[in-house]
């Protein structure tokens, strides 16, 4: 079991739903094999599951409603509503951002498309997990596009897909835990 599963439950007020620990594997994995530093913006279960004393893990942040983390050294407390109000230490200094908004609505998606463009280095990775209906939506704003390997997220009753911005050999996989 993942560490971080074992001690946080999620909270319905911030519509929180978990990754399972395979997911959290590959999608950590990912951001460690592409990228030196990553934001995590509403994603800490990727963010506190990277592996210790990595050059991603100590250059990487976690942008997060949820005040729980505060403590945390990278920890901004970022709301949606508010999508430009970032600490200018971390604007346009990320190789990734990985992002799983707590609603699925256009309006939301657009306020992390802009949080994204403003986080992100030029060639920047972007990451991202949603209903596969959004692809329409996500190419026109991030120029993502779905992959094979779908997310598993045991207590949401819908399936997401996993998107990406560029060629991933990890993602062009299925996930075993989703069936066929």
């Not at 079991?1 to 399972?20: A, G």
């Not at 200018?88 to 951002?97: I, L, M, P, Q, T």
């Not at 707590?102 to 030029?122: G, M």
């Not at 779905?146 to 560029?166: A, E, V, W």
Request: glycine share 2%; aromatic share 14%; net charge negative.
């Amino acid at each position: 079991m993942n560490p971080f599963l074992e001690l946080h439950t999620e909270k319905p007020v911030f519509n929180q739903y978990w990754y399972s620990t395979r997911t959290i594997s590959a999608i950590a994995d990912e951001v460690a094999e592409v990228a030196t530093k990553a934001a995590f913006v509403s994603t800490p279960s990727i963010y506190f599951s990277l592996k210790p004393h990595t050059a991603i893990q100590e250059n990487s942040w976690l942008l997060d409603l949820d005040s729980q983390w505060a403590e945390e050294p990278r920890y901004f407390a970022y709301d949606f509503n508010s999508p430009s109000v970032i600490p200018d230490e971390c604007r346009g200094s990320f190789d990734c951002v990985v992002l799983d908004p707590p609603f699925i609505t256009e309006d939301v998606w657009q306020k992390y498309a802009t949080t994204a463009r403003i986080l992100l280095k030029d060639e920047g990775k972007i990451i991202l997990t949603t209903i596969a209906e959004n692809r329409d939506l996500l190419a026109d704003l991030l120029d993502v596009h779905p992959q094979m390997f779908k997310p598993s997220i045991p207590n949401l009753i819908y399936q997401y897909d996993l998107f990406t911005n560029y060629h991933s050999s990890r993602f062009s996989q299925p996930n075993p835990e989703i069936p066929d």
